[in-house]
C-alpha cells in the first residue's frame, strides 16, 4: 500500500524518536522514505517536503555524515531560497531571502555544518545570516505586537 502524508508525518516523528535513543541508522532509514513520499505527494518544494530534507540533514549528521547532512541541509535552503544550486548557495542568500523561521533553521544548519568540516569562514558567513535574520525577523514580530496593541488600546479609548 503506497504511504499517505498523514503516515509521512508519523513516521517522521518516530524518526526523531529513533534519533533520541540513539538508533540513528533507523530513523535515516525513516527518513529516506519520508523525503520519498513527500516528494511524489507534494512535490519538491513544499514546507513539509523541506522539513523533511532538514531532518534527513539531522540524522546524517547523527550518523557523523557531515557531507551528506551538508548535502540535505544546503538542499533545504536553496528549496527555500529558490537559489539556483549549491555551489551559489553563500552569494544567493540574502536577508531579504531568509525572513523565514525554517530558512533561518536550515542557514544555520548548514553553517553549523560546515563548521564541522572545518569551513569555517564560510561557516561564520552564513551563522552570522542565520543571525541577522533572527533578529530581523524579532524586530518584525515586536513591531507588529506593538502595531496591534497600539490598535487595541486606541479602540479602548473610543469607549
Same mark, same amino acid.
Not at 540513528?24 to 519520508?34: D, T
Not at 553563500?90 to 555544518?113: F, K, M, Y
Given at each position: 500500500?503506497?504511504?499517505?502524508? +498523514? @503516515?509521512a508525518?508519523?513516521?517522521?516523528?518516530?524518526?526523531?524518536?529513533?534519533?533520541?535513543i !540513539?538508533?540513528p541508522? /533507523? %530513523? *535515516?532509514?525513516?527518513?529516506?522514505e519520508?523525503?520519498?513520499?513527500?516528494?511524489?505527494?507534494?512535490g519538491?518544494?513544499?514546507? +513539509? @517536503?523541506?522539513?523533511?530534507?532538514?531532518?534527513?540533514g539531522?540524522?546524517?549528521?547523527?550518523? !557523523?555524515?557531515?557531507? /551528506? %547532512? *551538508?548535502e540535505?541541509?544546503?538542499?533545504?535552503?536553496?528549496?527555500?531560497?529558490?537559489?539556483?544550486?549549491?555551489?551559489?548557495?553563500?552569494?544567493?542568500?540574502?536577508l531579504?531571502?531568509?525572513?523565514?523561521?525554517?530558512?533561518?533553521?536550515?542557514?544555520?544548519?548548514?553553517?553549523?555544518?560546515?563548521?564541522?568540516?572545518g569551513?569555517?569562514?564560510?561557516?561564520?558567513?552564513?551563522?552570522?545570516?542565520?543571525?541577522a535574520?533572527?533578529?530581523?525577523?524579532?524586530r518584525?514580530?515586536?513591531?507588529?505586537?506593538?502595531?496591534?496593541?497600539?490598535?487595541a488600546?486606541a479602540g479602548?479609548?473610543?469607549?
Amino acid at each position: 500500500l503506497p504511504h499517505s502524508i +498523514q @503516515t509521512a508525518t508519523i513516521m517522521l516523528e518516530c524518526a526523531e524518536v529513533l534519533r533520541y535513543i !540513539g538508533k540513528p541508522s /533507523k %530513523a *535515516l532509514q525513516l527518513v529516506l522514505e519520508v523525503v520519498d513520499i513527500r516528494q511524489q505527494h507534494l512535490g519538491d518544494h513544499h514546507h +513539509q @517536503t523541506i522539513i523533511a530534507l532538514n531532518q534527513l540533514g539531522a540524522a546524517y549528521h547523527d550518523l !557523523g555524515d557531515f557531507k /551528506k %547532512a *551538508l548535502e540535505s541541509y544546503s538542499l533545504a535552503v536553496v528549496r527555500q531560497t529558490g537559489a539556483l544550486g549549491e555551489s551559489s548557495l553563500v552569494l544567493a542568500l540574502s536577508l531579504d531571502q531568509i525572513g523565514a523561521r525554517e530558512t533561518i533553521a536550515s542557514l544555520s544548519n548548514v553553517g553549523v555544518t560546515l563548521f564541522q568540516l572545518g569551513k569555517i569562514e564560510e561557516a561564520q558567513r552564513l551563522i552570522e545570516q542565520a543571525l541577522a535574520g533572527c533578529e530581523k525577523d524579532l524586530r518584525s514580530i515586536v513591531a507588529q505586537r506593538s502595531s496591534t496593541t497600539f490598535h487595541a488600546l486606541a479602540g479602548q479609548e473610543r469607549l
